[in-house]
């Protein structure tokens, strides 16, 4: 993740200085896309799909976010994620995971918004919470444990690699990373460190609008 984190800041240079040089050619105001021009402006709503590790197990984090666009640089806005881990089996607990979710005030700086391939620095500040799962039974018969859960305060700084697709549609690369403050798991049975949350995690961004 760390390798996939540094290949992405050496994209978003590589992109910041073509449009340094290619910065002169028409109008600076105008949103060029692949498959045609842009020049609206206003706001959008995404849907993000990202891969990690939690607890040393493979995670998928899922989640959605809306904002408002002001002068095409700067956005700004609600966002929230869901995420769950691989399940691991015990002869105490059954088939156990991690799962939980968080959101809250997210803020995105826009660098060259104007041509086909940018980038933004989306940071995600809030709130939220972790617990078990287990099931005896089957995979679909979930039980939340709440005596093995806590809440946690987070910020989530990231870099997308942002291609204008249409006018109203934007695909992302991009890698985060998680921080969060101690997660404090009261229960024998289960082993988790304090800062289990914290870490990298890179994935996909799907935005819909009026850029």
Same mark, same amino acid.
């Given at each position: 993740?760390?390798?996939?984190?540094?290949?992405?800041?050496?994209?978003?240079?590589?992109?910041? /200085?073509?449009?340094?040089?290619?910065?002169?050619?028409?109008?600076?105001?105008?949103?060029? /896309?692949?498959?045609?021009?842009?020049?609206?402006?206003?706001?959008?709503?995404?849907?993000?799909?990202?891969?990690?590790?939690?607890?040393?197990?493979?995670?998928?984090?899922?989640?959605?976010?809306?904002?408002?666009?002001?002068?095409?640089?700067?956005?700004?806005?609600?966002?929230?994620?869901?995420?769950?881990?691989?399940?691991?089996?015990?002869?105490?607990?059954?088939?156990?995971?991690?799962?939980?979710?968080?959101?809250?005030?997210?803020?995105?700086?826009?660098?060259?918004?104007?041509?086909?391939?940018?980038?933004?620095?989306?940071?995600?500040?809030?709130?939220?919470?972790?617990?078990?799962?287990?099931?005896?039974?089957?995979?679909?018969?979930?039980?939340?444990?709440?005596?093995?859960?806590?809440?946690?305060?987070?910020?989530?700084?990231?870099?997308?690699?942002?291609?204008?697709?249409?006018?109203?549609?934007?695909?992302?690369?991009?890698?985060?990373?998680?921080?969060?403050?101690?997660?404090?798991?009261?229960?024998?049975?289960?082993?988790?460190?304090?800062?289990?949350?914290?870490?990298?995690?890179?994935?996909?961004?799907?935005?819909?609008?009026?850029?």
């Amino acid at each position: 993740m760390k390798k996939l984190f540094v290949l992405i800041f050496i994209m978003a240079g590589t992109l910041a /200085t073509f449009a340094q040089h290619d910065g002169g050619n028409g109008d600076p105001h105008e949103i060029r /896309t692949f498959l045609g021009p842009n020049n609206s402006v206003g706001g959008y709503g995404a849907l993000t799909m990202q891969y990690s590790q939690i607890n040393n197990r493979d995670a998928f984090v899922f989640g959605a976010r809306g904002g408002v666009l002001m002068g095409h640089m700067v956005a700004m806005g609600l966002s929230i994620n869901g995420f769950f881990n691989d399940k691991h089996y015990d002869a105490i607990n059954g088939n156990t995971h991690l799962a939980g979710g968080y959101g809250g005030f997210f803020f995105e700086p826009i660098i060259f918004p104007t041509y086909p391939v940018h980038v933004s620095f989306p940071v995600l500040i809030g709130g939220g919470g972790i617990g078990v799962m287990d099931s005896h039974e089957s995979s679909w018969d979930n039980h939340f444990n709440s005596e093995a859960s806590d809440a946690f305060m987070v910020i989530e700084p990231g870099i997308e690699v942002e291609m204008n697709i249409t006018k109203f549609f934007r695909f992302c690369i991009g890698a985060h990373y998680r921080y969060t403050t101690d997660v404090q798991i009261d229960n024998p049975d289960y082993d988790v460190s304090e800062d289990i949350l914290r870490g990298f995690m890179g994935g996909v961004t799907f935005k819909f609008g009026r850029f």
